[in-house]
């Protein structure tokens, strides 16, 4: 029987590099998104709106897919609203999906804020989660829209009869154009700037980020464990963190990076640094730089995310993740961090999306 794949997300970091390890492998594959792209070679486009049943009636009705892959989220100003938004999301897909019988299996993207919780309840403190994060770990008793998607995802295995899993990235590392939460990009930009005006390569985040222990997350990686967890049997009906595998401390890799730019690396000096403010007047110098450059973009708001970034870096925690649940399973994928940001910067480079 053929694989039939829908990534819902598939112009975002993670959905992009799926949908080509499907195709790659020979499964039919449709990507869903409001403007979805069309640069990925034998992907089949479905343009629907998550929050419209009708819409997504319309655009699905001659796609029934056996694979069904969650890698997006619509981010708004409350949680009670990303709670009611992406709840509705996932609920409105898989209602539209269960009428057609195909579906044999649900993965559902959601992250490590499973652990820490909504952005403003790291950003502030109060009680850390004991690390490495574990996936048995219960939820917290805080309002979470990871955790409204995954009842969604239960209900409708409930009712549907299909399997499911859960996975958990780190920090994702991976090129997308336009994509609100790119830690990578935003980083080799930064250091682009840097490179281009003598400024240093400095620190953004706290001390707690510079001295601990982190990891993070390979959009290759991921991509793997999505199609690992929709086809291996043992797998499947689980919760899993996906990082690289391995660990490592920002004091340490900061200087590799600046050394891959050729910039002037500063590490924490007693005060943070936020890329909010650091790049806050770079808009126009940026399109100098993709002028002079030949660059394929010169918005850097479609390139860069410094209020993410200074969310993850910022953090007054070190976290890090536990990987046994997948590994006992099966799932052997490792990848180097430092080729991780390497391989992106490279790849960004001959894209000409940095000079």
Partial sequence: MTNTALVVGASGI????????????????????????????????????LLDVASLETALANVAPTHVFITSWMRNDTEAENIRV????????????????????VALVTGLKHYLGPFEAYV???????????????????????????????????????????????????????????LGTTLAVYASICKETGRPFRWPGSQAQWDGLSDVTDARVIAKQLVWAATTEAARNEAY??????????????????????????????????????????????????????????DLSRLAS????DLDLGRPIEVMTDMANSRQRGFAVYQRTEDSFFDLFAQLREDRLIP
């Avoid at 020979?26 to 343009?47: C, E, F, H, K, M």
């Fill in 241 to 298: 963190n996906i990082v690289n595998g391995d660990i490592f401390r920002w004091s340490w890799l900061w200087g590799r990076l600046a050394e891959w730019f050729g910039v002037e690396p500063v590490g924490f000096d007693g005060t943070m640094h936020p890329l909010v403010a650091e790049m806050a007047g770079d808009a126009d110098l940026w399109r100098g730089i993709a002028a002079q450059h030949g660059l394929a973009e010169a």
């Fill in 86 to 105: 992406n709840g509705a999301m996932v609920r409105n897909l898989l209602a539209v999906l269960g009428k057609k019988g195909s579906v044999q299996h």
């Fill in 124 to 182: 502030n403190g109060g009680l850390p989660p004991p690390t490495p994060l574990r996936e048995a770990q219960p939820r917290l008793a805080l309002d979470n829209f990871y955790y409204a998607q995954e009842d969604e995802v239960y209900a409708a295995a409930a009712r549907d009869g299909f399997k499911w899993s859960i996975h958990r990235p780190h920090t994702i590392i991976g090129k997308a154009v336009g994509n609100l939460m790119n």
């Fill in 306 to 309: 410094p209020w993410h970034t």
């Fill in 14 to 49: 993670i959905g992009s590099n799926l949908a080509r390890g499907l195709l790659a492998n020979n499964w039919v594959t449709y990507g869903l998104a409001r403007r979805p792209s069309t640069d990925i070679d034998g992907l089949q486009p479905v343009a629907a709106d």
